[in-house]
């Protein structure tokens, strides 16, 4: 994690990391002003804090209550050695504790991350730079010792030159790429998490059976998704970019709707047009993209090449992030790399959810097969040794599809998870099973799973295998438990060289009847290909497009950014159109105008909900603003700050709506119970005196809105990249 430090007055300084801000003083002994605790008292508070977040997880996979729990840490100082100290945590439990749970909060307490850090010895390196800002690290790992050339299946070159190629091409983008957390709990499994330490929201996640795979998996994650603009899916790219000449990539095309809004001639082909457009509902301004906003523009539209004959196909940039999200990307050594890598996660992600769908029950892997493989077979029994039974199964429905699948029990919970991988290799298919399975999770991970359900229905929801393509948390039918299987194990192998394999995954797909369509993206130096099997590999159900399209955000953004300028007519207007799109209360203003708010602020925890509310404030709207006051109370999962505000609002209210009743007489225990400044605020929004009591003002220009700057950055650096190399100006 990169933290950046200002200098501040005397000898105050603020530290800057993802979306928090550190202020840290010195005693006024030490010339300092005391207004902040010092560097050394965060770092010994860090300690403290890290062990209660260890025992409040305990607690919380058990159910039990904290409330009677009391932690403290004491620093005991050498006094000749001012560096030597002992750090005495105690802990005070209830004596309804069992012994057992009694060991287990010791024992939790022991895995504090911070203590772990400190006992190890943190090894300090410091250095000079030109610009800190364009200092794009090495990643942080042990370099392999001498000419060190690791080759596993499926990769066209060595794991270490896949690295410092990786890193090379983030390097001349200046993204300055951080390691943030390293996972590795059982034998041969492991995962990490890296990001752009200028813009965080910018990360991926690398699995593999060694630390040298799971970088390049997360690696190769970064750039492809840095290649199909991933990080930025739903993202307004600000007025700059929009109207600059191009918005995605120089090849792009716009396409104007017709005067009746019909779709363009131009874009999609007549077999997408039946699968995208059964029922002849979807309109061109239903594609319209997200990220420019710019209607008058048209529809910017990317090239894809169709396998059947080679002709090029033109898809709305609106329509591949809304149904596809970041299924049918891969980066690669080679384009044929890529490609399998590409192809094995769209069967992948369909079989699992024809698996899921119709609940079936897949064969188990023999033992004798799983010996084969002893790092795998490692890898299973120390899960079964820390009491997580795992089944290991044949997901290629009779050998007709390359894929694997590990499951999960936890008897502790009654909680399930089902991990699938695919890759023409058996083995391969089975290690990224096993890998996907604990990608980026300790032991108290496998706690948060479902327990499975005979709830068809609840299985076949669409919203399910959404929850399954992000992090495989959804649900799973006891059906799939039976040893009544639907389908006999076998031994399959769809194995060859890179080529080899592209073609016969590309050929199952043929033998479907399906389409295939692939765009290649080559500017960053690695070949990252993005594949679409329209009807096939979608996330999300075609119906999207016309009921819950993220271009939604072109109705509302522009306004809600505006909101302090609008006037009573103008907010009215926006209230109706909030009422009339039936959109969830509950969805948060971040996720409808794609736009990132700092999430400690009120913006950043503002829903639809709470700016229905204010607007009612703002209107002076008294009855509509009390009942959703209430609603707000009760579905209420922002700050306390902001909970208590709306609780005294509700007196306020209640007060302002009975004509038998005055403030006045009030306001001396209400500010007595809330405070001065909260009562200020919740008098004043009544009085309209006060409006969108905690929103900085902002608009379309997005000032103030570091985090969302920052991921234009971010962007930018791709957009100026490209111009250059296809000599157009941005």
Not at 172 to 189: Q, Y
Not at 214 to 227: K, N
Not at 585 to 596: K, N, Y
């Amino acid at each position: 994690m990169e933290i950046k430090v200002n200098f501040l007055e005397n000898l105050r300084l603020e530290a800057k990391f993802d979306d928090f801000t550190v202020i840290t003083d010195q005693p006024i002994r030490y010339k300092g002003d005391g207004s902040a605790p010092s560097p050394f008292d965060y770092f010994l508070a860090s300690s403290a804090l890290c062990a209660a977040y260890f025992v409040r997880v305990y607690c919380l996979t058990r159910d039990i209550p904290t409330e009677n729990i009391r932690l403290s840490q004491n620093n005991i100082v050498d006094p000749e050695n001012r560096y030597n100290q002992i750090f005495k945590i105690q802990v005070e439990l209830p004596e309804d504790i069992s012994p057992k749970d009694r060991e287990g909060i010791l024992r939790s307490i022991d895995r504090c991350t911070v203590k772990k850090v400190v006992q190890t010895g943190p090894e300090f390196q410091i250095e000079t730079v030109e610009n800190l800002d364009e200092d794009a690290q090495a990643l942080l790992m042990v370099q392999p010792e001498g000419e060190a050339s690791t080759w596993i299946e499926g990769k066209d070159l060595p794991l270490e030159q896949t690295i410092v190629n990786m890193t090379g091409i983030l390097a001349d983008l200046g993204m300055k790429i951080e390691i943030a957390s390293w996972r590795n709990i059982v034998p041969h499994v492991w995962s990490l998490h890296i990001r752009d330490a200028g813009s965080p929201m910018c990360f991926t996640n690398g699995k593999g059976s060694t630390k040298e795979s799971a970088l390049c998996s997360a690696l190769g994650e970064f750039i492809e998704r840095l290649s199909c603009n991933f990080f930025y899916n739903d993202q307004f790219f600000g007025e700059e970019i929009a109207n600059s000449t191009f918005v995605h990539y120089p090849d792009e095309k716009w396409f104007q709707p017709g005067p009746n809004d019909e779709l363009p001639e131009g874009i999609l082909d007549d077999y997408c047009l039946e699968i995208f457009d059964p029922d002849g509902e979807l309109r061109g301004s239903h594609l319209i993209d997200t990220n420019s906003g710019k209607a008058e523009r048209g529809i910017v539209s990317l090239p894809f090449v169709r396998q059947s004959d080679g002709e090029v196909i033109y898809f709305p940039s609106n329509l591949i992030e809304n149904l596809y999200l970041s299924n049918g990307m891969s980066a690669g050594n080679t384009l044929h790399e890529a490609q399998v890598q590409c192809l094995s996660e769209i069967f992948e992600r369909a079989v699992k959810k024809e698996i899921l769908e119709q609940e079936l029950a897949l064969p188990d892997v023999p033992m004798q097969v799983l010996q084969r493989y002893p790092d795998i077979l490692e890898g299973i029994q120390a899960l079964e040794a820390q009491g997580f039974p795992v089944l290991a199964k044949d997901a290629s429905l009779g050998g007709r599809f390359p894929v694997a699948c590990v499951t999960l029990m936890n008897p502790r919970t009654g909680g399930v998870f089902a991990s699938f991988g695919a890759h023409p290799s058996f083995e391969v298919a089975l290690e990224r099973s096993l890998t996907e399975l604990l990608q980026g999770r300790s032991f108290e991970g496998l706690n948060d799973f479902l327990p499975p359900t005979f709830n068809s229905q609840a299985v076949s929801e669409p919203n399910n295998f959404v929850e399954h393509f992000i992090d495989s948390s959804g649900l799973v039918s006891w059906r799939f438990f039976s040893t009544k299987h639907d389908y006999k194990f076998c031994d399959w192998d769809f194995s060859g060289t890179n080529e080899e394999e592209a073609a016969t995954l590309l050929g199952i797909l043929e033998d479907m009847g399906k389409e295939v369509y692939v765009a290649v993206h080559e500017d960053l130096g690695a070949p990252v290909c993005r594949i679409l099997v329209p009807g096939y590999s979608e996330v999300y159900p075609v119906e999207d497009l016309i009921w819950d399209n993220t271009n939604m955000a072109l109705h509302f953004r522009e306004d809600i950014l505006h909101l302090h300028d609008l006037s009573n007519d103008q907010l009215a207007d926006l209230l109706e159109r909030l009422e009339e799109s039936q959109l969830d209360d509950h969805m948060d203003i971040i996720t409808l105008i794609g736009i990132e708010f700092d999430e400690n602020t009120v913006w950043g925890q503002l829903t639809i909900l709470e700016l229905k509310l204010l607007i009612n404030l703002a209107l002076q709207q008294y009855e509509e603003a009390l009942e959703r006051v209430e609603m707000f109370q009760q579905y209420n999962d922002n700050t306390v700050e902001r909970g208590l505000f709306y609780q005294a609002m509700n007196a306020v209210l209640e007060i302002a709506l009975d004509d038998e009743l005055k403030l006045d007489d009030y306001l001396y225990n209400l500010r007595r119970m809330f405070g001065e400044d909260t009562m200020e605020a919740v008098v004043g929004s009544v009085t309209g005196d006060v409006r969108f009591h905690g929103l900085a003002p902002t608009s379309m220009e997005l000032e103030g809105l570091e985090k969302h700057q920052r991921l234009i950055e971010s962007y930018k650096k791709l957009h100026v990249h490209r111009a250059k190399r296809a000599g157009v100006a941005v």
